[in-house]
């Protein structure tokens, strides 16, 4: 970073102050987006919190999902990670830039405008290893992590931003009322707790919701032998079709699907409901059912 203060506050360089991404936003005329559930970041603190619970520092390759102004890019980039940071909106690329071009002296910074599920990953990401950091709306957060989690191997750990409803769910275990087709499908890949609250009042705007940090880390390679054993396809489909009568038992939920002998064979009871099996347990059944 540059030694050159902070034109909105008059202080040292760092992390976007809420005073400074409101002037961003004036300055190119800008307004938050409700339809891309835009809420800016601008709290140091959470910054840092965010780059230390990720673990990254230097010679880390970090792609970010929503880097909107740039506030939580500053914090990656002065850890000395490699970033590359894919922002949708078009409208905000400017001011992304400038905040950037402002901050930075150094070439670590890749800025790609585009919907990260349209981006060509297998090019962007290479062979190295990676992590993610993201602050992604309600509507795509639970759909994008579970679909990058299962297609891009090399995504190795992520902190992702959350709300809170949305954060409970991917990491909720089995026999809560909230685990389902998010807790199994993520847990096949990957392990997750949340690591964090953050409160509305640390965004601009202030969002109605709270929001959660979850920590995902992926399975080592190669996987357990029981989840390696079964098709991830199969065992999604299963997954899906017993949720979606979940108040079912197994055996009336999966009918027509897989037989009460098959459930069996897996060492489930066919009177069990779908939020009591684990993963293991749903491996397990994908492996025998025909």
């Not at 080592?220 to 079912?248: I, M, Y």
Request: neutral net charge.
């Amino acid at each position: 970073m540059t030694d050159r203060p902070d034109p909105a506050t008059g202080g040292p360089p760092g992390p976007l102050s809420r005073s400074h991404i409101r002037r961003l936003l004036d300055s190119h005329s800008l307004a938050p987006s409700r339809a891309l559930g835009q809420n800016f970041l601008c709290d140091a603190g959470m910054v840092d919190k965010i780059v230390r619970l990720a673990g990254i520092g230097p010679g880390d390759h970090v792609l970010e999902i929503g880097p909107g102004l740039g506030s939580l890019t500053l914090g990656l980039c002065a850890s000395g990670a490699t970033v590359v940071a894919v922002e949708i909106d078009r409208y905000l690329i400017d001011g992304l830039r400038s905040t950037v071009a402002y901050y930075l002296d150094n070439d670590s910074l890749t800025i790609i405008n585009d919907d990260i599920r349209q981006v060509d990953l297998e090019t962007v990401l290479g062979g190295h290893r990676w992590v993610v950091v993201a602050n992604l709306p309600y509507n795509i957060a639970t759909p994008l992590v579970l679909d990058l989690v299962a297609s891009q191997p090399t995504l190795d750990r992520w902190v992702v931003m959350v709300q809170r409803e949305a954060g409970e769910r991917l990491v909720a275990g089995p026999g809560s009322k909230i685990y389902g087709i998010p807790s199994v499908l993520l847990s096949y890949w990957a392990t997750a707790k949340i690591v964090g609250t953050v409160g509305a009042d640390l965004f601009l705007p202030k969002p109605n919701v709270e929001s959660v940090l979850v920590r995902i880390d992926r399975r080592s390679e190669p996987l357990p032998p029981e989840l390696a054993a079964a098709d991830p396809d199969r065992l999604a489909k299963l997954v899906r079709t017993a949720f979606g009568q979940r108040r079912k038992m197994l055996r009336r939920s999966l009918d027509g699907v897989v037989d009460i002998a098959a459930i069996t064979a897996a060492g489930i009871e066919p009177t069990q409901r779908p939020e009591q099996l684990s993963v293991q347990d749903w491996a397990r059944l994908a492996t025998v059912a025909p």
